[in-house]
Each structure stands twice: as C-alpha cells, then as structure tokens.
C-alpha cells in the first residue's frame, strides 16, 4: 500500500470466555492497526479487528481442547510436571476395553466413557511400554543385573519411542460407588503400581538366562489410597510377595482427604522418577475431580532407607533395602475388594522432573 503509515490503538476489556461470533471480542492489552493511507475506512479497520480477534480466539479454544498449551494433558488434567523430551514413550488410553498394551485382565465399559474392572474384588491391569516385552524376550529379572543395566527391556530413551518408563507420571479418573467388606490384600482401596513386569508370587524360574523365580518381577512400587477412610500409603515390593517392605516402615498418612466412597469424581496421580539418591515417589489427588485442584498428599525417596522385607528378596539377587531404581515395562492399575467402581482417562506420560509446572 502507498500513503502515510500511522498507528490506531484499540483498549478492550477481556471476555471470560472467546466466542468467534461474537461483533467485537475484546481484549485488556490494546490491539494495533497499521494504517497506510488516511482514507483507510474505519469500518474495514473494525472488520479487520474482528476477524484477527475471532481466529485468535478460535485458535486459543482449539489449543486448549486439544492440550497443547502445555499444562493439562487430552484430558483437560492439570500435569505436575512438564513431557520429557523426545524419544519418550507415553499411553493415553483412547477407549479400547481390550488395549493391546494391557497386560493380565481387560477393563469392561460402563457408560458415558466410563469403565469397570474386569474382577472389582482384584482388579489387575498393567500397560506394558512395548508389546513385545514378556518373559521369553526380557534376557534377566535378576534385579542386580538389571539395575546395572538400568532398565528391563528397552533404554527409556530408545528410538522407537517404546523404551521402559523411567520417570513418569500416571493419571486415572475414577469413582468408588459401593466397596465390598473382603480383608484379602486389605480393604478395600485403589492403587496406582509402577512395576517390572507381572506382580506374580510363582517360583518357576524367567527370563532368557532363567536365573531368578517370576516373583522377581515385581519391581514395584505401590501408590495406595482408601476411600473409607481417606489414609494414604506407599509400599515397594522387590519379590513377591515376601519382599513388600514391613508396614510399619512403608510412608503413611491417615486421613489425607475426606472419605470418598459416594461416588463422587476423584483424580489420583502417581509420580515416579529417578534422583541423584535414589527414587522419588509423589502421590496426587484431587478429591473435586476437575482436574485442577491437585494436593500432594503423601511423599518418600528411597535412599536405600527403606526396608527391611517381610520375608527377604535374596532370591532376586539384591539387598533387603535395595532402591528399584531401574526402568520399567509394566505400569499397573489396580482395585481391591470393590463391588462398584468406575474410571476413564487414564494416561501414563513420560516426564522431566526438573520442570515442575503443578508440583507444590
């Protein structure tokens, strides 16, 4: 354009909420017009303003859907911590009753993207971070070869993007409408398991090498919540099921959020990763659902502090206090002794620990 370049300045007051077909949206900052001749019509400036408004707010309702601002995941969950970056292996659970990355049971659909276990009495559903990951394929489940390898199957930054998680964190949304009165593995309470591979208490030697019992798989740490009575707890099993730490050792704290066994919406998250020291175990839980009112409740890093077993792990070729610091290929899902409960969007997402975004 020819002519004498100026400047128009617009103040505008923000909307709470964009709706592109809205005549004028308004905005706090002011928007600047280029003007280039003085016949440019006011009107055409006011056209202009409305589509430039109309498409940014188009596209700031499409980012937000969709996750991409950065902070929540596809679900609209709020993350504690920032995506690791590239390769990384995540799961996002997009509907699949029979996910062919589950391990050991299915889930069963309930309605209006809910779903239910397949057995609510011991629910036992594990995402595995490559299909082709099982007990003929993994060379050693002796724990001390593999913490020195630092991971199970796959190194967590493997090319193909399905290497072992290392430092994650996993989400479900889930509500508890009736438990069962069952003492077996406890009353009744959800978990949240990052483990090797199968929480098995079967004494048939595994691997490749067949050098250690399949109880060795365990590999786990268990992140537990019981919504009778609000009390939170962790736990960490090195064989299974004579190497779960003593209880009275395991971090605990009662009543760490209102009883929730009505049914309401309830969001737990498990965060797990690596330190200089050891392991890091983070427990969140947002007891309104929304999935932006997250309160760390419980947290503990395995220093080598942890222990002793309850019935020793010698077996598996490590120490009563051995920190599970390797990498890993089955992230569980469990339910015990519960007669209605219902979850959904459940992800898993690798994470860098130095980017806390919602950590508190």
Same mark, same amino acid.
């Given at each position: ?10 103040g ?10 809205l ?6 900052? !002011? ?14 400036? +006011? ?17 937000s ?8 995941d ?10 690791? /970056? !590239? ?35 011991e ?18 489940f002796?724990?001390? %070869?593999?913490?020195? %390898?630092?991971c ?8 193909? $993007? %399905?290497?072992?998680?290392?430092? =994650? ?8 409408? @009736? ?6 593995? $406890? ?15 079967? @004494?048939?030697?595994?691997?490749? *090498?067949? #050098? ?14 019981? !919504?009778?009575?609000? +009390?939170v707890? &962790?736990? @960490? ?13 395991? /971090? ?9 066994d ?14 200089? #020291? ?7 839980? *947002?007891?309104?659902?929304? $999935?932006?009112?997250?309160? %760390?409740?419980?947290?503990?890093e ?5 222990? /002793? ?6 077996e598996? *070729?490590?120490?009563?206090?051995v920190?599970?610091? &390797?990498? +890993? ?12 409960f219902?979850? @959904? ?5 690798? =994470? *860098?620990?130095?980017?806390p975004?919602?950590?508190?």
């Amino acid at each position: 354009m020819s002519g004498t370049e100026s400047t128009v300045s617009f103040g505008f007051q923000a909307e709470p909420l964009f709706n592109p077909l809205l005549n004028m949206a308004e905005f706090d900052a !002011p928007i600047q017009i280029v003007r280039y001749d003085s016949t440019f019509e006011l009107n055409t400036v +006011r056209r202009m303003t409305r589509l430039v408004v109309a498409l940014a707010s188009v596209t700031g309702f499409l980012n937000s859907a969709r996750g991409q601002s950065g902070d929540v995941d596809q679900f609209g969950i709020q993350k504690i911590y920032a995506d690791a /970056p !590239p390769p990384i292996n995540n799961w996002v659970f997009k509907g699949d009753p029979r996910d062919p990355r589950f391990m050991e049971q299915h889930i069963v659909p309930a309605g209006n993207g809910w779903f239910r276990p397949e057995d609510p009495v011991e629910m036992r559903v594990e995402v595995l971070s490559d299909t082709s990951a099982n007990e003929r394929t993994i060379e050693t489940f002796d724990v001390a %070869k593999v913490l020195a %390898k630092g991971c199970l199957y796959k190194p967590p930054g493997s090319p193909d $993007g %399905k290497g072992d998680f290392l430092n =994650i964190e996993q989400t479900w949304r889930l509500r508890v409408v @009736k438990t069962g009165t069952g003492a077996r593995n $406890g009353s009744a309470h959800i978990e949240l398991v990052p483990g090797g591979f199968r929480q098995t208490s079967d @004494k048939a030697l595994t691997g490749r *090498d067949r #050098a250690v019992p399949a109880s060795c798989e365990a590999m786990s740490y268990h992140f537990n919540v019981y !919504p009778i009575t609000g +009390r939170v707890k &962790m736990e @960490k099993d090195s064989d299974h099921t004579t190497g779960y730490t003593i209880d009275e050792r395991d /971090p605990v704290r009662l009543r760490a959020v209102p009883r929730f066994d009505d049914g309401r919406v309830v969001i737990q998250k498990a965060v797990l990763y690596r330190t200089s #020291a050891g392991m890091k175990l983070e427990m969140y839980l *947002d007891i309104t659902g929304r $999935g932006d009112r997250f309160e %760390k409740v419980l947290e503990y890093e395995d220093r080598g502090q942890w222990g /002793p077993t309850v019935g020793g792990n010698a077996e598996c *070729d490590c120490p009563e206090n051995v920190v599970l610091s &390797m990498a +890993r290929v089955a992230i569980g899902y469990r339910c015990d002794n519960m007669i209605d409960f219902e979850f @959904k969007d459940m992800s898993i997402r690798s =994470i *860098d620990p130095s980017r806390p975004l919602h950590a508190r």
